[in-house]
């Protein structure tokens, strides 16, 4: 008997049934409707954050390194929308509920790793805006294009390192009761939850790595600006303390816009127990489809050299 219990505890663990994906728990009647917006602010994330890349990528004026960690964020928001709404609005629409253990397993992975991937972009980004107003003469010779891409493969490297574990402490788990998820997507400590074994390395690891790895992301961006301000405010003109602000205020909306809903939605998940869960449900799918879609209109409106380019590319006439 024991050995009958442990092979189907092994067949289990590493070829489960797949999980049925709920939607938004207490609104299921509202699905059609609630994925009309989710459908639209898609489409603006995939256009916003296209036209960035293309424009980055084909105009040379652009190959500065504030740009290439702009098109970094515009990578990692493409991959954090695109690996939870089509599937969201699969289940609104299609009633395809249904996903497989290595379905949720990935989808899991790109959600975590696009969030950390976010967080170590903007830590890289309050970087070069420390030192293009805090230390200009030597930013040049500081921020190399070599410089500039060890801190990509730096900022992919830790990403990676840091939620791929996620996906083994998952994958170890023997699933043997429901596997309904009453969620719109696969996230780490909802599928651990649905386990029959104890998950205490899950709860822990899911919550202090990723988290400590975003506070300490956090606190440097936090020394960053710090150091700006002081330098701003120690400017000569009100001109040139105007132009340092307006450099940093697209990417200060941008941390606002990407850390205030993350970290409510993972505070509220460790413990807000009496938070509805409809309501927790519907944020943390706000989370995955606004910032995405935000991001590059705030970097097209506040970012000169980035509108400039826009309305030259949809409106060449009138630029010339």
Aim: glycine content about 6%.
């Amino acid at each position: 008997m024991t050995i009958n219990m442990l092979v189907t505890l092994n067949s289990t663990n590493f070829n489960p049934d797949p999980f049925i994906l709920v939607g938004i728990p207490g609104l299921e009647q509202f699905h059609i409707w609630i994925g009309i917006p989710f459908f639209a602010v898609y489409l603006v994330a995939l256009a916003g954050n296209g036209i960035l890349l293309y424009l980055i990528t084909v105009d040379h004026s652009l190959h500065e390194p504030m740009f290439f960690f702009l098109s970094m964020l515009a990578s990692a928001d493409l991959i954090l929308s695109t690996t939870c709404v089509p599937k969201t609005l699969g289940i609104f629409w299609l009633k395809a509920q249904e996903i497989t253990f290595a379905g949720c397993l990935t989808q899991l992975f790109f959600l975590h790793f696009s969030f950390s991937l976010d967080s170590a972009i903007l830590l890289g980004m309050a970087f070069d805006r420390y030192m293009a107003i805090c230390s200009p003469l030597r930013y040049t010779s500081v921020l190399t294009p070599s410089t500039v891409v060890k801190i990509m493969v730096g900022i992919v490297g830790r990403s990676f390192s840091v939620i791929l574990p996620v996906v083994f402490l998952v994958k170890r788990l023997p699933f043997c009761g429901t596997r309904i998820i009453p969620h719109t997507y696969c996230e780490h400590i909802g599928v651990a939850r649905l386990a029959c074994a104890d998950i205490s390395i899950n709860i822990w690891y899911g919550f202090a790595v990723p988290v400590m790895t975003v506070i300490s992301d956090l606190i440097f961006i936090g020394i960053s600006y710090t150091l700006i301000l002081h330098a701003v405010f120690h400017l000569p003109s009100r001109d040139a303390r105007q132009k340092a602000l307006s450099t940093c205020g697209s990417h200060v909306s941008v941390i606002l816009i990407v850390y205030t809903p993350a970290m409510f939605s993972v505070l509220a998940h460790r413990f807000g127990h009496n938070i509805s869960h409809t309501f927790h449900i519907m944020f943390a799918n706000l989370y995955v489809a606004i910032p995405p879609a935000l991001n590059p209109i705030i970097y097209g409106v506040k970012t000169k050299q980035i509108r400039d380019k826009v309305i030259f590319l949809f409106f060449p006439k009138d630029m010339q």
